[in-house]
């Protein structure tokens, strides 16, 4: 309370100064400064000027229009058509002399509140209504007639600079929710267009595993013919040589001609040896594609994750460069409550990237053990690795460091989705030129999956 009264009395002090300087105001009393919720006059005539910064408030000189008149030095009553005329010279005086005092007065103000800011000087010809914050008002009786003098200070109303920070921290956080909803966006998109893909690619793995397995049966099943003809044939020359060896113990001249007929028996057994380990890889890769085609139906339950690791090497195998071979290294693990097709899809991904990066005669290792309740796979690569400032994003959906058309950015995001699903994490570790490690790590217990 005694600020609004100390600075109300300091512009009433300075206004009775200054109005006997400029305009000759002989005789003021000034009344004792009264505070109030509001400003209340009943006067025709206001003159105000607004402060603004760490505080809000107002300057007002309040009185009648023939009070201000007189000042100006127009002492008859005012006529109508004078009037517009006369108004205008009241403003213009008295709009200036309330810049005077305000320069004056605030000066004090400012000790106290930094930062303050005066606008223009507005002037109102007739009752005006204020809202309500704390006045101090002091009358001056003059020889021109009365004049009230109003101080306004409102400590609620922000400065001019806390209202810009607060909007910019208000546009900052803004900004970030909608970034965030964006990226949330953006990786439903993927999701959706990934599960997509996996689903159409699952009905292919389908209807090529079925398509392979037909032939395959008709090669293994005459595979397992030549075995019984190969049986007969050595039995045949098992016999025909006893045969010569007796026909040459009862004096018949011996076959000079090398039939050599054992060494096309043995290239023979070789080669459908070799045919019958190429169509043992093929039933693995169609037993890989059958499984992997029905992961994603499989939802939620126990599985052995090993297993699944097994299937996603076989079915990346055929994307290594040439002398390149995923080394496994997997330790016994309990069960894991996991989606098996989501999981497979996330190893895939994680594989497929580093087949992709890998040289002639790479290498990469995929290992497992388990950490108390959880069980962790880790990829590590020696391909070209990831650049510093990419490692950040490498979650990110669409990103990706390859060439237009070589990759759509999803997998990696998309996998990061699914471990998350799966209450796990997944993370990154490379340097340019040393390669790769992905850490993948899943809870056991269902308690700890997110179905």
Known sequence: ?????????????????????????????????????????????????????????????????????????????IADDDRDEVRHAISDALSETLNVIVGEAIVELQDSYSKLTITSPRVYFGEIRYPQFRTGNSVLQTSHGEIECFFCLDRM????????????????????????????????????????KMASIGVLASGVAHEINTPLFFVDM?????????????????????IKQRLE????????????????????????????????????????????????????????????AKNACTLVASLLPEGCKIQQDLAELPLVYCNSGEIGQVLANVLTNAAQVVDVGGHIQVSSHAVDEDVVFTIVDDGLGIAEEHVAQIFDPFFTTRDVGEGSGLGLSVSYGIVTKHSGSISIESQ???????????????????C
């Not at 607060?166 to 990786?187: D, M, P, V, W, Y």
């Open 1 to 77: 309370m005694g600020q609004i009264v100390d600075y109300t009395a300091a512009f009433q002090q300075i206004t009775q100064r200054l109005l006997g300087e400029m305009f000759g105001t002989a005789h003021c009393v000034a009344s004792p400064v009264e505070e109030a919720s509001s400003v209340h006059t009943e006067k025709s005539f206001i003159v105000s000027l607004y402060y603004t910064g760490t505080v809000y408030g107002e300057y007002l000189l309040a009185m009648d229009e023939e009070v201000a008149a007189r000042m100006i030095g127009y002492d008859e009553p």
């Open 249 to 308: 113990a009862d004096g018949l001249p011996p076959d000079n001609e090398d039939d050599n007929f054992a060494e096309i028996l043995n290239e023979t057994r070789e080669v459908v040896a070799e045919a019958r380990d190429g169509v043992k890889r093929i039933k693995t890769v169609v037993t890989s594609l059958n499984e992997f085609s029905s992961m994603d139906q499989s939802g939620f339950a126990e599985v052995d994750v090993n297993l699944i």
């Open 157 to 196: 109303r922000l400065s001019l600079a806390a209202s810009y920070d607060e909007a910019l921290a208000s546009l900052i956080e803004t900004n970030g929710k909608l970034k965030e909803a964006n990226r949330h966006l953006a990786q439903q998109q993927a999701k959706l267009v990934q599960a997509e």
């Open 432 to 450: 340019p030129g040393q390669g790769a490690k992905v850490t993948i790590r899943l809870p056991v217990s269902p308690q700890e999956a997110c």
């Open 222 to 242: 005459n595979l397992s013919v030549m075995d019984e003809n190969i049986a007969l044939i050595e039995a045949l020359l098992h016999r025909y040589e006893k």
